[in-house]
């Protein structure tokens, strides 16, 4: 009986949204809102260490988008946050969590710099792809283990998919550490790629790369697989009602598997496009925050392709312009976690707002068409 | 001091915070709201910890303002997921991310940034006479440090208000059948909220033990997923004190031993094995266990029937 009710309560949420779509030009400026009230939040915190926000964020604007360098620069750095943000929207369309974006990218990262390393002699296009497809394949076959035991012993995906990170981390310290440090050996990062590994530049004299490209691609796929094949139908069935796709005759462990299999492809292909597009070597520890600034553009993008890519642009000027405005000035640089964290509080708080207007707008549609009807 | 009882000693050690974390998460999740912050609140419990001591130079105001901060944070928490009933994974993980950069900003807000890390003196062992030269298990259990003993005491007094009085009564059955404690006419909002506040307590505290408890100083990776063991140490003890008090031995070992061979000529497995043995753990115990006792609103925000 509480199912059925459950199920009722969905079913009439779903419509009401399908009702208000038509006009909403407020519902659709409430991401931006929230943005800005996640970086009023962040002035507070200049404030407290005696920086004027407004000229902090003029100097963000004008670093982030100072001459062509630069403005490549964001799209570079959108592009992992780009598969990450994927990774875990992916499955946060199944009612999944896979929290361990992190330790997938790391995974993918180990195997595109070992074969990069490996592969100088051959030809480039050659290279690149083994690369690509062996940091694709190291995140989906991490990351579907996740999903196989979610399926086989219906263990906390939330809770394996942390810790996988952490034994992801271990992996990639152990492998720094011996097979693939340095030949200098002085310091836990390995040695340069040999360039038939590096991703062309997009834009000459930039840093941004066609990993990019590769990352709007991905996008792409996701937003296909999920909205116009049958196992996308699926799978957002599954995240809508679990129980009732079983009935429907949803084999939902596989979809499980399926699922974590994707996103952890997608979250492979990020390391890949970090080594052979960025940084071209693997140095302990880089990008730590790669996969929670996923969640948060997930978030933000609400779980949707387009949205995502959006928010990891606007992430990835954050991140130029912040960086920027860190060296010039005494401002610390965590200064940019806290804006994306409080970007994100304010889009969840943008989201019960959202849910409220929603329900106040069709309740007002209700007793006009009552009154209509009198 | 031999290997064994320096094994022991660390076992109990590296326990304590997991106790304190997990027993604060069944309190949480009993009345149906998982305490996803746990991590967050850990860390800022640390860094409050060690704000208040060194500051002041005396640890029980570090652990007192390492409370209020866990408060805050779970404040902030329970306003979300509770009151707006929003999605707990999605606020718990947005929390976790925020207090990532709220640390560190803070630490260097108050003490730039220094080239050796600040340290302050930690919480001193408090020997039990006699009882503490018993051979062996001496040490381990009755040479520890105050919280380590509040710890186990909390774990006994949370048993017995969980199981033996009207309060835990009402905390299970707001956990297990919202609707029934609310025509009893108590709010289930206010227990949820009241539960989160508590836990939050504890996971300050949990923090704290480990910036100024055994360390003496803060870094922004002091936590390290240890709130992420301690929750999951919530599942595995299936929401009930005494198998959090099993549990969290069991990660303090893996903790304890993956320190003992650290320090030790122990070469034989790589040291990044022994780093990655509790998270191994957690994965092993959470595929192993099968039978759980999920309280049946978890992770649900309770809504009241309108008509």
Same mark, same amino acid.
């Given at each position: 009986m509480?199912?059925?009710?459950r !199920?009722?309560?969905?079913?009439?949420?779903?419509?009401?949204?399908?009702?208000?779509?038509?006009?909403?030009i407020?519902?659709n400026l409430?991401?931006?809102?929230?943005?800005?009230?996640?970086?009023?939040?962040?002035?507070?915190?200049?404030?407290?260490?005696?920086?004027?926000?407004?000229?902090?964020?003029?100097n963000?604007?004008?670093?982030?988008f100072?001459?062509?360098?630069?403005i490549?620069?964001?799209?570079?750095?959108?592009?992992?946050?780009?598969l990450?943000g994927l990774?875990?929207?992916?499955?946060?369309?199944?009612?999944?969590? !896979?929290? =361990?974006?992190?330790?997938?990218?790391?995974?993918?990262?180990?195997?595109?710099?070992?074969?990069?390393?490996?592969l100088?002699?051959?030809?480039?296009?050659?290279?690149?792809?083994?690369?690509f497809?062996?940091?694709?394949?190291?995140?989906?076959?991490?990351?579907?283990?996740? =999903?196989?035991?979610?399926?086989?012993?219906?263990?906390?995906?939330f809770?394996?998919?942390?810790?996988?990170t952490?034994?992801?981390?271990?992996?990639?310290?152990?492998l720094?550490g011996?097979?693939?440090?340095?030949?200098?050996?002085?310091?836990?990062?390995?040695?340069?790629?040999p360039e038939?590994?590096?991703?062309?530049?997009?834009?000459p004299?930039?840093?941004?790369h066609w990993g990019f490209?590769f990352?709007?691609?991905?996008?792409l796929v996701?937003?296909?697989?999920?909205?116009?094949?049958?196992l996308?139908?699926?799978?957002?069935?599954?995240?809508?009602?679990?129980?009732?796709?079983?009935?429907?005759g949803?084999?939902v462990?596989?979809?499980?598997?399926?699922?974590?299999?994707?996103?952890?492809?997608?979250?492979?292909?990020?390391?890949?496009?970090?080594? !052979?597009?960025m940084?071209?070597?693997?140095?302990?520890?880089? !990008?730590?925050?790669?996969?929670?600034?996923?969640?948060?553009?997930?978030?933000?993008g609400?779980?949707?392709?387009?949205g995502?890519?959006?928010?990891?642009?606007?992430?990835?000027?954050?991140?130029?312009?912040?960086?920027?405005?860190?060296?010039?000035s005494?401002?610390?640089a965590s200064?940019?976690?806290?804006?994306?964290?409080?970007v994100?509080l304010s889009?969840i708080?943008?989201?019960?707002?959202?849910?409220?207007?929603?329900?106040?707008?069709?309740k007002?549609?209700?007793?006009?068409?009552e009154e209509?009807?009198? | 001091?031999?290997?064994?009882?320096?094994?022991?000693?660390?076992?109990?050690?590296?326990?304590t915070?997991?106790?304190?974390?997990?027993?604060?998460e069944?309190?949480?999740?009993r009345?149906?709201?998982?305490?996803?912050?746990?991590?967050?609140?850990?860390?800022?419990?640390?860094?409050?910890?060690?704000?208040?001591?060194?500051?002041t130079g005396?640890l029980?105001?570090g652990?007192?303002?390492a409370i209020l901060?866990?408060?805050?944070?779970?404040?902030i928490?329970?306003?979300?997921?509770?009151?707006l009933?929003?999605?707990?994974?999605?606020?718990?993980v947005a929390?976790?991310?925020?207090?990532?950069?709220?640390?560190?900003f803070?630490?260097?807000?108050?003490f730039?940034?220094?080239l050796l890390?600040?340290?302050?003196?930690?919480?001193k062992?408090?020997?039990?006479?006699?009882?503490?030269?018993?051979p062996?298990?001496?040490?381990?259990?009755?040479?520890?440090?105050?919280?380590?003993?509040?710890?186990?005491?909390?774990?006994?007094v949370?048993?017995?208000i969980?199981?033996?009085?009207?309060?835990?009564?009402?905390?299970?059955?707001?956990?297990?059948n919202?609707?029934?404690?609310?025509?009893?006419?108590?709010?289930?909002e206010?227990?949820?909220?009241?539960?989160?506040?508590?836990?939050?307590?504890?996971?300050?505290?949990?923090?704290?033990?480990y910036?100024?408890?055994?360390?003496?100083?803060?870094?922004?990776?002091?936590?390290?997923?240890?709130?992420w063991?301690?929750?999951?140490?919530?599942?595995?003890?299936?929401?009930?004190?005494?198998?959090?008090?099993?549990?969290?031995?069991i990660?303090?070992?893996?903790?304890?031993?993956?320190?003992?061979?650290?320090?030790?000529?122990?070469?034989l497995?790589p040291?990044?094995?022994?780093?990655?043995?509790?998270y191994?753990l957690?994965?092993?115990a959470?595929?192993?266990?099968?039978?759980?006792?999920?309280?049946?609103f978890l992770?649900?925000?309770?809504?009241?029937?309108?008509?």
């Open positions: 509480k199912k059925n009710n !199920n009722k309560d969905i079913t009439v949420k779903s419509e009401l949204s399908v009702k208000v779509q038509d006009n909403n407020l519902l409430l991401p931006i809102f929230s943005v800005l009230l996640g970086l009023l939040l962040s002035s507070i915190m200049m404030m407290l260490l005696d920086h004027n926000p407004l000229i902090v964020y003029s963000m604007l004008n670093y982030a100072r001459d062509i360098y630069n490549a620069d964001i799209f570079a750095k959108a592009t992992p946050l780009i990450t990774a875990f929207g992916f499955a946060f369309r199944a009612s999944l969590f !896979n929290i =361990g974006a992190q330790g997938q990218f790391y995974i993918g990262a180990v195997l595109a710099v070992g074969f990069a390393l490996k100088g002699s051959f030809p480039m296009v050659l290279a690149l792809f083994i690369c497809t062996m940091s694709l394949l190291g995140g989906s076959i991490w990351a579907a283990f996740i =999903g196989y035991v979610k399926a086989r012993f219906n263990a906390s995906e809770l394996v998919s942390m810790m996988l952490y034994v992801a981390i271990a992996v990639m310290n152990f720094l011996g097979l693939l440090k340095e030949a200098k050996g002085e310091y836990p990062q390995t040695d340069v790629i038939s590994g590096w991703l062309p530049s997009l834009i004299h930039t840093r941004l490209i990352a709007l691609l991905v996008a996701a937003y296909l697989i999920l909205w116009k094949t049958s996308g139908y699926k799978i957002r069935m599954v995240g809508f009602n679990r129980d009732a796709a079983r009935y429907a949803v084999n462990e596989k979809i499980y598997i399926i699922v974590f299999f994707i996103s952890g492809a997608f979250a492979g292909i990020a390391g890949f496009t970090e080594i !052979n597009g940084q071209h070597m693997l140095i302990e520890g880089f !990008n730590p925050m790669i996969g929670a600034e996923g969640i948060g553009i997930a978030i933000l609400n779980a949707h392709p387009l995502i890519v959006i928010s990891a642009l606007l992430f990835g000027a954050l991140k130029v312009g912040g960086n920027l405005v860190v060296q010039t005494r401002i610390p200064i940019i976690g806290i804006m994306e964290g409080f994100i889009v708080l943008s989201y019960f707002i959202r849910d409220k207007l929603i329900v106040l707008r069709s007002k549609k209700l007793v006009e068409q209509h009807r009198l | 001091m031999n290997i064994i009882t320096g094994l022991f000693v660390a076992t109990i050690r590296m326990s915070p997991l106790m304190l974390g997990a027993l604060g069944v309190f949480a999740e009345t149906g709201v998982m305490n996803i912050a746990i991590e967050g609140i850990f860390l800022m419990g640390a860094w409050g910890g060690f704000v208040g001591a060194y500051l005396k029980w105001v652990f007192l303002f901060v866990g408060i805050f944070c779970g404040a928490y329970g306003y979300f997921t509770i009151k009933k929003q999605h707990q994974i999605v606020t718990g929390i976790n991310i925020l207090t990532l950069g709220l640390g560190l803070l630490y260097q807000m108050l730039g940034i220094p890390p600040l340290t302050v003196e930690p919480l062992d408090i020997s039990i006479p006699f009882l503490s030269d018993i062996i298990i001496g040490r381990a259990l009755f040479s520890q440090n105050s919280l380590t003993y509040l710890a186990v005491v909390l774990i006994a949370g048993y017995w969980l199981f033996k009085t009207p309060l835990g009564l009402i905390i299970r059955s707001t956990g297990e919202p609707e029934a404690v609310d025509v009893a006419g108590i709010n289930v206010r227990i949820r909220f009241l539960a989160v506040l508590g836990s939050s307590a504890l996971d300050g505290l949990a923090g704290a033990f910036s100024i408890g055994f360390l003496g100083l803060y870094t922004n990776d002091i936590i390290g997923g240890r709130g063991i301690a929750f999951a140490i919530c599942f595995l003890g299936n929401w009930d004190p005494l198998g959090i008090l099993i549990g969290s031995l990660f303090g070992f893996a903790e304890g031993l993956s320190v003992v061979l650290l320090t030790s000529n122990f070469k497995i040291n990044e094995f022994l780093i990655a043995l509790p191994i957690t994965i092993v959470t595929i192993a266990r099968r039978k759980f006792n999920v309280p049946a992770g649900k925000p309770y809504i009241k029937e309108r008509s």
